[in-house]
């Protein structure tokens, strides 16, 4: 069955998953917006700023005179144990991980609304669903977007637009790039996971748009992801155990602060 060129526009798209999921949709024939900070963007397009949000508002109403996907995918990566991780982290990773995403479905839902159709988009991940220690800024904002989304959809769904939020696991992708904080142990266990993850960018993207043509709300798109989420769901007592040993074994490899 033929199914209609979507116009979308993704965030973070000049490396990781902003550009698996760019490939991937451009590879079934949609036009894609790719913005970022980053040089070869089609747009330049700063998360956090209010003008550029704006900007990209009107590039598209006249280039496209509208939107089928917004993808608030850009994001960093963080965290820390309670007592390491400074405020200034925690406001950091939470003007860019949660208030990007909230900044642009600001931005397009008066767009979406007066068109009745659409769909918002939000990279999350496994860490808005399951919440291990020593990454309590990196959860918590996680869990915000995950919040986020459910209440765009519930918000819009009169007006046609529907919302799907996205929570994989770790992955292959450059995120990690981008790490801040004070807490080095958590930061190497990130950067081991991250490495040695049998998951690759491309494959994350790819069960996103399967996702979407099914219309999950909530995507777990790789099998690490949907073992942990149901383990926390099915079985609490023994989810509980295997997160505090794993925050005992941070505190080992750290050190008490």
């Not at 900070?37 to 700063?46: I, K, N, P, W």
């Not at 700023?49 to 900007?55: M, Q």
């Not at 860019?96 to 995403?101: C, E, K, S, T």
Request: glycine share 10%.
């Amino acid at each position: 069955m033929s199914r209609d060129k979507q116009r979308v526009l993704v965030t973070g798209a000049a490396s990781g998953l902003g550009r698996a999921l760019t490939e991937a949709f451009r590879a079934r024939g949609d036009e894609v917006l790719a913005t970022d900070l980053a040089e070869g963007a089609d747009l330049r397009l700063d998360i956090t700023e209010d003008e550029d949000w704006a900007a990209a508002v009107d590039h598209v109403e006249r280039t496209w005179g509208g939107l089928d996907v917004l993808v608030n995918n850009a994001g960093v990566a963080g965290g820390g144990r309670l007592d390491v991780a400074t405020l200034d982290e925690w406001q950091w990773i939470t003007e860019i991980n949660l208030f990007g995403a909230v900044r642009g479905t600001r931005a397009f839902v008066p767009m979406l609304k007066r068109q009745g159709s659409g769909k918002v988009v939000n990279v999350a991940s496994l860490a808005g669903l399951v919440h291990p220690g020593g990454m309590a800024s990196y959860n918590a904002v996680k869990a915000a977007v995950v919040a986020l989304t459910e209440t765009t959809g519930h918000e819009l769904a009169s007006y046609g637009v529907t919302a799907h939020v996205v929570c994989p696991s770790y992955f292959r992708t450059n995120l990690m790039s981008s790490l801040r904080g004070h807490d080095t142990a958590l930061g190497a266990i990130m950067s081991k996971l991250v490495d040695e993850s049998p998951t690759t960018a491309e494959e994350v993207a790819a069960a996103v748009l399967e996702g979407l043509d099914r219309g999950d709300e909530v995507i777990l798109p790789d099998q690490a992801a949907r073992d942990a989420y149901a383990l926390k769901v099915g079985d609490r007592a023994t989810y509980d155990a295997v997160m505090r040993a794993q925050a005992a074994k941070l505190d080992r490899m750290g050190g008490q602060a």
